[in-house]
């Protein structure tokens, strides 16, 4: 293909760091949370299974079940409004939890976050692969899966400054502002569709054909794994160095925030084009993904039971890193195994599957653990708790080895 057919133009780059920084956005607003749930603990006497329930289940019940028809939608409605319309949505609602008055008030907020932020994953990388060529589709991703990092890194610096001052000013200060970025996403300009392969036809029942396939299984599954080990280390961090550790709100904010953005940035960068690279070697990007699992695996023993803080930054660094590196590489083997009309909706059945193993099992598994192995007057039995995710990434590992032999 000549360089005329490769030039991408300007508004495409345009595009893409619109949705980057949305994507900050949400995961500001879906993460912020998590570094005040001990502000919300004290005041509230929430159990550590009430604020697994309020971080994470309330968001994902509505976040996975929307996620699938709004990747439908994506394929045949316009993706810039289908966006603009869940960034009001989650903005607002983000924005409310400040006047929460009980358990059930401020659950009903993050239900709210969870059904505008289900509609931005399948339009965005939908929009994406149509904005680029395919030949950049995991650089691309990449890019905006930085969106990731740095709105988590945000989360955990905002969050821990603004502890200082409870916790309800901060829902104020990161949610009700992204009303403005849902404008410009309303009005973004839509690319022409990718056509599909002219002998492919697609029914109803398009869901099947994905399901059918031992690639997008396995790749989901296996990711799925991955993403319950490395969300925990934003659900579960603040509790587990306030509690364990004796570590300050403000002073964990600084260095969480600071590790994510250090770790996380490069790392959602770069790993697209190295996964992209180990593509074009013939190995496959899902075995890069497994890597990145093996590697997490002492990292974590490191971080639950070490007492040294020389050893533990060290390893949350590259925890960070891994958990943050995979992103570009997984959608981009998603889009590629569902062609040009499934891709929003493999990319939404993608995320479900991630989002279910994080946010409903994994988060409430390691709740309840929590509280039954006494972490709230024995501190060290959460570090036991927390064993489900590096046995997690051991599990997840495996199965993308398996997938790397169905897609090629």
């Not at 345009?14 to 570094?35: P, Q």
């Not at 697994?52 to 994506?74: K, Q």
């Not at 599957?353 to 192995?373: C, P």
């Amino acid at each position: 293909m000549d360089a005329t057919a490769q030039r991408t133009p300007l508004y495409s780059w345009y595009a893409l760091g619109l949705l980057m920084v949305i994507y900050v956005l949400n995961f500001l607003d879906r993460t912020v949370i998590y570094i005040l749930f001990p502000l919300i603990k004290k005041e509230m006497a929430f159990s550590d299974t009430e604020l697994a329930l309020l971080g994470t289940t309330s968001f994902v019940i509505f976040y996975t079940l929307l996620g699938i028809p709004f990747g439908r939608l994506a394929d045949r409605g316009s993706r810039a409004k289908i966006i603009a319309v869940g960034v009001v949505i989650w903005s607002i609602c983000s924005g409310l939890s400040a006047f929460a008055v009980d358990f059930w008030t401020l659950f009903a907020c993050r239900v709210g976050v969870g059904i505008g932020e289900a509609a931005l994953g399948p339009a965005a990388i939908s929009l994406l692969a149509d904005f680029f060529p395919p030949s950049r589709r995991a650089t691309v991703t990449s890019i905006y899966s930085m969106g990731i990092a740095i709105g988590a890194g945000l989360a955990a610096l905002l969050g821990g400054t603004l502890s200082q001052f409870g916790w309800r000013p901060a829902f104020m200060i990161v949610g009700f502002p992204g009303v403005i970025f849902g404008v410009l996403a309303f009005v973004l300009r839509e690319p022409e569709r990718a056509a599909p392969a002219a002998e492919v036809t697609y029914t109803g029942a398009d869901w099947r054909r994905l399901l059918k396939s031992r690639a997008f299984v396995l790749l989901s599954v296996g990711y799925a794994l991955f993403g319950l080990a490395t969300n925990s280390i934003s659900i579960w961090g603040a509790i587990f160095m306030t509690r364990v550790h004796g570590v300050d709100i403000p002073t964990y904010g600084r260095w969480a925030g600071i590790l994510t953005l250090a770790a996380g940035i490069p790392a959602t960068l770069f790993f697209g084009a190295v996964a992209d690279r180990f593509k074009r070697l013939g190995y496959g990007r899902a075995l890069f993904g497994a890597l990145l699992c093996l590697i997490s695996v002492p990292m974590w023993l490191i971080v639950l039971f070490s007492s040294d803080q020389y050893f533990i930054v060290p390893a949350a660094f590259v925890l960070l890193a891994t958990g943050l590196g995979w992103v570009g590489a997984a959608a981009a083997d998603v889009t590629e195994i569902a062609g040009a009309e499934l891709r929003g909706l493999a990319v939404a059945m993608f995320f479900f599957a991630v989002n279910a193993a994080a946010y409903l099992i994994g988060s409430n598994l390691i709740g309840v653990m929590s509280d039954r192995l006494g972490s709230a007057d024995d501190p060290s039995m959460m570090s036991r708790a927390l064993l489900l995710c590096p046995a997690a990434c051991m599990a997840g590992a495996a199965i993308l080895l398996a997938a790397r032999k169905y897609h090629r």
